[in-house]
Every structure is written in C-alpha cells, then in structure tokens.
C-alpha cells in the first residue's frame, strides 16, 4: 500500500513523516515530498530521494512552514535568493543564517524586499560602491520606505536630487531642514514639506517660508482671498514670529489650529507672521524703539500704504500692519 501514490500523497498531507514508509521511487516525486514538507517542516527531507535533499523549490517550501529551517539548508540555498525571501518572509530571524557574503547583496529588488521586512539594519551588508546608490528609482523606493537618512547612502549626485527631496519630505515636512540649500529654496520641495507638515515652512529659505503658495499648502492662508466667512467680526494674533529655523512651532501650530476650529474658522483671522517682515527698527522687535504702528511714528510711512488698496502692503513696516489690523479687528467687534 506504501508504493502507492495516491495513497501515500494522502497520509503526508495529514503527517508528513509518513513519507518514511513510502516506496523509493515516491519518494522521489517531489509534489508528494512538498506536501510532506508543507505539513511538517524541513526533518521530513531526511526521508526524501537524496536527488530532493537540495531541491530549491523542496527547501521554499520547508522554510515557508519555519523560516529557522534556513540553517539546515545548504551553503548555496542560503545564498539564493528566493530561498532567503521566503524564509525571512515567514521568520525575520532567519537572516542570521542568510550568507552575508552573497553576490545577492549586489542585487536591487533583493535588498529592497530585505529592507522592507527587515529595515535599514540589512544595508551593513551591501557595498558602499554598489551600483545600486547610483540608481535613482532604487533610492526613491529607499527614502519612500525609509525617509530622508536613506539619502546618507546615495551617491553625491543624487543626494541633491529634486524628486529624492520631495519624496523625503512627504514622509517627514521636517525632512527639509537636511536637505541641500539649493533645494530648501525650491519651491516645488518646500510645497510638498509644507503640505505634510505645515511647521516644516520655518526651515525653507528663498523667503519661502513667506511665500503664498507655500502658505495655503501648509494650511496656513485662506485657498480663496474672497472667502466669505460665517461671522463678521475679525480677530488679530499675537504672538511671536514661529517661521524662523531655530524658533518654535507653537504659533504655527494655534494658527493652523483655529483654522481647523469648527468655531474659530467662522472668523477671519489676521496672522502677522504672513505679513511683510519689513520694519523701521533695526532690531524689529526693540521695545524702547519709538515706532508704534502709526504714520507718525513710524520711519517708513512713506512706504506703509498701498496708493490703490489703501492698505499695508509687502513693504509696510511690520508694526504698522499689526496696528492696523488691530484697529479693522476691533472696528468689527
């Protein structure tokens, strides 16, 4: 009854130690030792035709049911590709037994799945000098896994490429603060940081961070300049300027927070850290300077007022446009 193949493909499919008992020339069929693998591991292959002992697709299956398996392959299984993969797929510890020294390590696709069950601790061993850092879709994959430390390992063309940058940022806004300089100032890079997180507009350069388009993608100024709001009194904020590198994100973040009020959005709100950073103190922000926001006090009045709006403009002195939206707000209330 034991040489017969319908019969002994049954009974592995139930206990796969029952391919011990099964005729020789069964034991040679590999559907019937897969399925005896694929109920109980790797120490049924003992009992299969020596000729499946370093099967690849006989050892898949066994590491598919224990990754562990790996360590009682041969040195050439443990270099091979899908072997490893299914192994660390089922069992992320099997990389111990993975060979380190493999040529694999030099194969794109194969890192990038290693990276993806296992993470960056894999890329100690891969080459510094593998062709891989040089090529961009990999690094893409790599920063859209990883973030922007994955940038650490591409080649120095490609740590200043445009769509690496922003591929980094819209995992990480803050991202933008290790980016190259050049790109800080780019527009397209800084909308994308300001998009996932609207405080990554403090570390954007190019006066980008006062930038209008940089602004709505941060959610931080209204979509449409006519926007009709719900009630009609209007508010001013004071508070400190929060889009300097080295300053903190709280304003931004109350800003962008009364706008996501379901209460406080019904008013227009005046934020003085969208408005023109010009002023007549040399200092800005001098308590003892004389300036208080008036046309009387200010050094540069001659320059306050738009002539067609007859409103503070981009060159008006900060103190001035604070002052007079303060008296529109309170004109409202």
Known sequence: ??????????????????????????????????????????????????????????????????????????????????????????????????????NIWGDRDFVLSMVKMRGVYVLQYV??????????????????????????????????????????????????????????????????AAKQNSAALKFAQGSLNQDNECWKAAGLFDQEETKIYDRSERATLSLKFSLAEKSTTYATDFAKGIKNDKFLSKFKTYNPNKWCKDSCDPNFTDIKHPCRGSSVTCGIFYKNVDPATQRPCAESCWRFAFRFHQQESKGTN
């Open 127 to 192: 080459k510094k000098t593998a062709n891989m850092w040089s090529d961009k879709d990999f690094m893409l994959s790599m920063v859209e896994m990883q973030g922007y430390k994955m940038t650490e390992y591409a080649t120095s063309a490609l740590k200043e490429d445009r769509d690496i940058w922003i591929t980094a940022v819209q995992q990480d806004g803050n991202a933008l603060q290790f980016a190259p300089d050049a790109l800080r100032r780019d527009k397209q890079v800084v909308v994308a």
């Open 1 to 102: 009854i034991w040489a017969q193949m319908g019969f002994v493909f049954s009974m592995v499919k139930l206990n796969g130690f029952a391919l011990e008992y099964a005729a020789l020339y069964i034991k040679g069929d590999k559907e019937v030792v897969m399925a005896a693998v694929g109920e109980d591991g790797h120490k049924v292959i003992q009992y299969a035709h020596p000729k499946l002992h370093t099967d690849k697709d006989v050892w898949i299956a066994a590491v598919q049911k224990g990754g562990d398996a790996l360590l009682y392959a041969n040195d050439d299984l443990k270099k091979d590709k899908d072997v490893i993969l299914a192994a660390v797929r089922q069992s992320p510890d099997a990389l111990k037994y993975v060979d380190k020294f493999a």
